[in-house]
Nanobody, 120 residues
Framework: VQLQAFGGGLVQAGGSLRLSCAAS????????MGWFRQAPGKEREFVAS????????AYANSVKGRFTISRDNAKSTVYLQMNSLKPEDTADYYC??????????????WGQGTKVTVSS
Protein backbone atom coordinates (compact mmCIF):
# COMPACT_ATOMS: atom_id res chain seq x y z
CA VAL A 1 0.00 0.00 0.00
CA GLN A 2 1.30 3.43 -0.93
CA LEU A 3 -0.07 6.41 0.95
CA GLN A 4 -0.11 10.08 0.06
CA ALA A 5 -1.25 12.66 2.58
CA PHE A 6 -2.31 16.17 1.64
CA GLY A 7 -4.43 19.05 2.83
CA GLY A 8 -2.09 20.71 5.30
CA GLY A 9 -1.53 24.43 5.40
CA LEU A 10 -1.48 27.57 7.49
CA VAL A 11 -4.57 28.39 9.53
CA GLN A 12 -5.39 30.72 12.37
CA ALA A 13 -6.21 29.39 15.80
CA GLY A 14 -9.84 28.35 15.96
CA GLY A 15 -9.90 27.46 12.30
CA SER A 16 -10.37 24.15 10.52
CA LEU A 17 -8.52 21.94 8.06
CA ARG A 18 -9.29 18.59 6.51
CA LEU A 19 -6.43 16.25 5.79
CA SER A 20 -6.77 13.47 3.27
CA CYS A 21 -4.71 10.35 2.77
CA ALA A 22 -5.11 8.59 -0.55
CA ALA A 23 -4.02 4.98 -0.83
CA SER A 24 -3.07 2.94 -3.83
CA UNK A 25 -3.66 -0.78 -3.97
CA UNK A 26 -6.75 -2.90 -3.98
CA UNK A 27 -6.50 -3.96 -0.34
CA UNK A 28 -7.08 -0.56 1.26
CA UNK A 29 -10.43 -1.58 2.67
CA UNK A 30 -8.81 -4.37 4.67
CA UNK A 31 -6.47 -2.04 6.56
CA UNK A 32 -7.06 -0.16 9.73
CA MET A 33 -5.60 3.32 9.42
CA GLY A 34 -4.08 5.91 11.69
CA TRP A 35 -2.99 9.51 11.80
CA PHE A 36 0.10 10.61 13.69
CA ARG A 37 1.86 13.92 14.07
CA GLN A 38 5.36 15.08 14.84
CA ALA A 39 6.29 18.55 15.98
CA PRO A 40 9.88 19.83 15.70
CA GLY A 41 12.05 18.31 18.39
CA LYS A 42 9.33 15.95 19.58
CA GLU A 43 8.52 12.30 19.09
CA ARG A 44 5.85 11.14 16.70
CA GLU A 45 2.54 10.91 18.53
CA PHE A 46 -0.76 9.21 17.92
CA VAL A 47 -3.67 11.38 16.81
CA ALA A 48 -6.47 9.07 15.69
CA SER A 49 -7.19 5.67 14.22
CA UNK A 50 -10.04 3.95 12.43
CA UNK A 51 -10.85 0.30 11.85
CA UNK A 52 -11.06 -1.22 8.37
CA UNK A 53 -14.83 -0.88 8.35
CA UNK A 54 -14.91 2.56 9.90
CA UNK A 55 -16.96 1.20 12.75
CA UNK A 56 -14.39 1.83 15.43
CA UNK A 57 -12.36 4.96 16.03
CA ALA A 58 -9.91 6.14 18.68
CA TYR A 59 -8.47 9.55 19.50
CA ALA A 60 -5.70 11.05 21.53
CA ASN A 61 -7.06 12.95 24.50
CA SER A 62 -5.52 16.14 23.17
CA VAL A 63 -7.72 16.09 20.04
CA LYS A 64 -10.85 14.35 21.26
CA GLY A 65 -13.93 16.42 20.49
CA ARG A 66 -12.08 18.56 17.95
CA PHE A 67 -10.80 16.07 15.35
CA THR A 68 -12.76 13.43 13.46
CA ILE A 69 -11.28 10.54 11.51
CA SER A 70 -13.29 8.93 8.75
CA ARG A 71 -12.74 6.84 5.65
CA ASP A 72 -14.25 6.18 2.26
CA ASN A 73 -13.21 2.72 1.13
CA ALA A 74 -14.69 3.27 -2.32
CA LYS A 75 -12.23 6.13 -2.77
CA SER A 76 -9.39 4.45 -0.85
CA THR A 77 -9.08 7.56 1.26
CA VAL A 78 -8.97 8.33 4.95
CA TYR A 79 -9.70 11.79 6.29
CA LEU A 80 -8.89 13.81 9.36
CA GLN A 81 -11.24 16.72 9.97
CA MET A 82 -9.58 19.14 12.36
CA ASN A 83 -11.69 21.83 14.01
CA SER A 84 -10.95 24.41 16.71
CA LEU A 85 -7.28 24.22 15.88
CA LYS A 86 -4.75 25.37 18.44
CA PRO A 87 -1.14 26.48 18.01
CA GLU A 88 -0.06 23.28 19.77
CA ASP A 89 -1.57 21.30 16.88
CA THR A 90 1.24 22.58 14.66
CA ALA A 91 3.15 19.57 13.32
CA ASP A 92 3.79 17.36 10.36
CA TYR A 93 0.87 14.96 10.06
CA TYR A 94 1.35 11.42 8.78
CA CYS A 95 -1.12 8.75 7.78
CA UNK A 96 -0.30 5.11 8.31
CA UNK A 97 -1.84 1.75 7.46
CA UNK A 98 -1.87 -1.67 9.03
CA UNK A 99 -3.08 -1.15 12.57
CA UNK A 100 -5.40 0.82 14.81
CA UNK A 101 -2.78 0.94 17.54
CA UNK A 102 -1.56 4.07 19.29
CA UNK A 103 2.03 2.93 18.72
CA UNK A 104 3.70 3.94 15.45
CA UNK A 105 5.81 0.78 15.38
CA UNK A 106 2.67 -1.30 14.85
CA UNK A 107 2.03 0.24 11.44
CA UNK A 108 3.43 -1.25 8.25
CA UNK A 109 2.97 1.58 5.77
CA TRP A 110 3.48 5.33 6.03
CA GLY A 111 2.74 8.29 3.85
CA GLN A 112 4.83 11.40 3.61
CA GLY A 113 3.97 14.15 6.04
CA THR A 114 1.75 17.12 5.36
CA LYS A 115 2.55 20.23 7.36
CA VAL A 116 -0.06 21.94 9.51
CA THR A 117 0.77 25.32 11.00
CA VAL A 118 -1.65 27.02 13.38
CA SER A 119 -0.95 30.66 14.11
CA SER A 120 -2.06 32.35 17.31
Amino acid sequence: VQLQAFGGGLVQAGGSLRLSCAASGRTFSSYSMGWFRQAPGKEREFVASISWSGGSTAYANSVKGRFTISRDNAKSTVYLQMNSLKPEDTADYYCAAGSSSRWPYDYNYWGQGTKVTVSS
